[in-house]
């Protein structure tokens, strides 16, 4: 057994004082309201931080210098942990638009890794390729298409690992996609879009519940001649059943947008995310993909197009939220345990500190700084 003491803890209820966790295997086993020491139990200090749920990644495509594109185990291996040690305990590995072979060998990877039931890999997500040419930003232009039921219903089918996919709604075949999705166990989600409002309406009501990383590479009020016309943007803000997910490091969404969207959609409809390239949680200079490059702590295609995906890791996420947008910090926990655990359908197991759940816990300092990381019982090595 383990116990962590001498800290406060984020509960579902809010925080408790002076109370314990104990820990038991892979399992949580009490979250008590004292700060008795279990005999025989091994203390973990916490030194007055924050004990919370671990973080869960609902968007990355790499780290420690691998991507996930490469549709190999060590690559998987490799960028999970690296992303482990940035307090992130679970995670949906990100493929960008991918061919099919593509993604049959990450759905392989995926499989195999998760016959373990201590793998922080709780599924696939599938950024693409069914996005408008247009707001392709850093996705491989040859892979971008319409969906294609000859593809998606075969790999929806034949394994049950694809938990969320994006697509843009203008595109045909929309609904149908959508709808597919959802009674195959995958989240359908809006991305990389020109889509109108009515676009984002009419995908809601076939499934799409998610928008990715929302504002970015997103249709928002325009003007056309003389009259204004709402879009996805503002659908993911007034469709009160729409789910976002930010980039929270600080440069993709600007601090006041970050904080005006946590006030609009609040805690429990808005998740923060990496959207982190191979180079994040990493020594390496460049990423998997050679078009990126990094400048000013960003990554961007090496034409100086466009913003290619963040090197951000979970624990700057926690720091931006709160130093820079000044969001309460049992919000901004929450919004990288409990909303993305909802969100993706594993609650039951993950997110929050509960009699039962998976030991999956971190401590962060008075000043927001990654301290502890806990596994599935395991201590992470740092």
């Given at each position: 057994m383990?116990?962590?003491?001498n800290?406060?803890?984020?509960?579902?209820?809010g925080?408790?004082?002076?109370?314990?966790?104990i820990?038991e295997?892979?399992?949580i086993?009490?979250?008590?309201?004292?700060?008795?020491?279990?005999?025989?139990a091994?203390?973990i200090?916490?030194?007055g931080?924050d004990?919370?749920?671990?973080?869960?990644?609902?968007?990355?495509?790499?780290?420690?210098?691998?991507?996930f594109?490469?549709g190999k185990?060590?690559?998987?291996?490799?960028a999970?942990?690296?992303h482990?040690?940035?307090?992130?305990?679970?995670?949906?590995?990100?493929?960008s638009?991918s061919?099919?072979?593509m993604?049959?060998?990450?759905?392989?990877?995926?499989?195999?890794?998760?016959?373990?039931?201590?793998?922080?890999?709780?599924g696939?997500h599938?950024?693409?390729?069914?996005f408008?040419?247009?707001?392709a930003?850093?996705?491989?232009?040859?892979?971008i298409?319409p969906p294609?039921?000859?593809d998606y219903e075969p790999l929806?089918?034949?394994?049950?690992?694809?938990?969320?996919?994006d697509?843009?709604?203008e595109?045909p075949?929309?609904?149908?996609?959508?709808?597919?999705c959802?009674q195959h166990?995958?989240?359908?989600a809006?991305?990389?879009?020109k889509?109108?409002?009515?676009?984002?309406?009419?995908?809601?009501?076939a499934?799409?519940?998610?928008l990715?990383?929302f504002t970015?590479?997103?249709s928002?009020?325009?003007?056309?001649r003389?009259?204004?016309?709402?879009?996805?943007?503002e659908?993911?803000?007034?469709?009160e059943?729409f789910?976002?997910?930010?980039i929270a490091d600080?440069?993709?969404?600007?601090?006041p947008?970050?904080?005006?969207?946590?006030?609009?959609?609040?805690?429990?409809?808005?998740?923060?995310?990496?959207d982190?390239?191979?180079?994040?949680?990493?020594?390496?200079?460049e990423?998997?993909?050679?078009?990126?490059?990094?400048e000013?702590?960003?990554?961007?295609?090496?034409?100086?197009?466009?913003l290619?995906?963040?090197?951000?890791?979970?624990d700057?996420?926690?720091?931006?939220?709160?130093?820079?947008?000044?969001i309460?910090?049992?919000?901004?926990?929450?919004?990288t345990?409990e909303?993305?655990?909802?969100?993706?359908?594993?609650?039951?197991?993950?997110g929050?500190?509960?009699?039962?759940k998976?030991?999956?816990?971190?401590?962060?300092?008075?000043?927001?700084?990654?301290?502890?990381v806990?596994?599935?019982?395991?201590?992470?090595?740092?």
């Amino acid at each position: 057994m383990k116990q962590f003491l001498n800290g406060r803890i984020l509960t579902p209820q809010g925080w408790l004082e002076h109370g314990s966790v104990i820990v038991e295997g892979n399992k949580i086993i009490a979250v008590a309201n004292n700060d008795l020491h279990v005999e025989g139990a091994e203390v973990i200090d916490a030194k007055g931080g924050d004990i919370v749920p671990g973080g869960i990644e609902l968007h990355v495509h790499g780290g420690g210098g691998r991507d996930f594109m490469e549709g190999k185990r060590d690559a998987f291996d490799v960028a999970v942990n690296a992303h482990l040690k940035h307090g992130t305990t679970a995670i949906f590995p990100t493929l960008s638009s991918s061919s099919v072979p593509m993604i049959k060998a990450a759905v392989e990877v995926c499989e195999e890794i998760m016959k373990d039931e201590n793998t922080p890999v709780m599924g696939l997500h599938l950024e693409g390729p069914y996005f408008n040419p247009a707001m392709a930003g850093a996705q491989m232009p040859e892979y971008i298409t319409p969906p294609i039921p000859a593809d998606y219903e075969p790999l929806l089918t034949e394994s049950n690992v694809i938990k969320r996919w994006d697509e843009a709604p203008e595109l045909p075949g929309t609904e149908e996609f959508g709808r597919f999705c959802k009674q195959h166990g995958c989240l359908p989600a809006i991305a990389h879009t020109k889509g109108t409002y009515e676009d984002a309406k009419r995908a809601f009501e076939a499934g799409f519940t998610h928008l990715t990383h929302f504002t970015n590479a997103m249709s928002t009020l325009h003007k056309q001649r003389e009259f204004k016309h709402a879009g996805v943007v503002e659908a993911g803000y007034e469709i009160e059943g729409f789910t976002v997910e930010v980039i929270a490091d600080g440069i993709h969404v600007p601090a006041p947008v970050l904080s005006m969207i946590y006030k609009i959609k609040g805690v429990e409809h808005m998740a923060l995310i990496t959207d982190a390239l191979a180079v994040a949680a990493s020594d390496c200079q460049e990423a998997f993909d050679p078009r990126v490059i990094i400048e000013d702590g960003v990554c961007k295609l090496a034409d100086r197009s466009a913003l290619a995906g963040s090197i951000a890791t979970m624990d700057r996420l926690v720091k931006t939220a709160i130093q820079q947008a000044h969001i309460p910090a049992a919000d901004v926990y929450r919004m990288t345990s409990e909303t993305p655990a909802k969100i993706m359908n594993i609650y039951d197991r993950k997110g929050s500190l509960e009699v039962g759940k998976d030991a999956d816990i971190v401590i962060y300092d008075k000043d927001q700084n990654l301290q502890f990381v806990m596994q599935m019982g395991r201590v992470v090595e740092r």
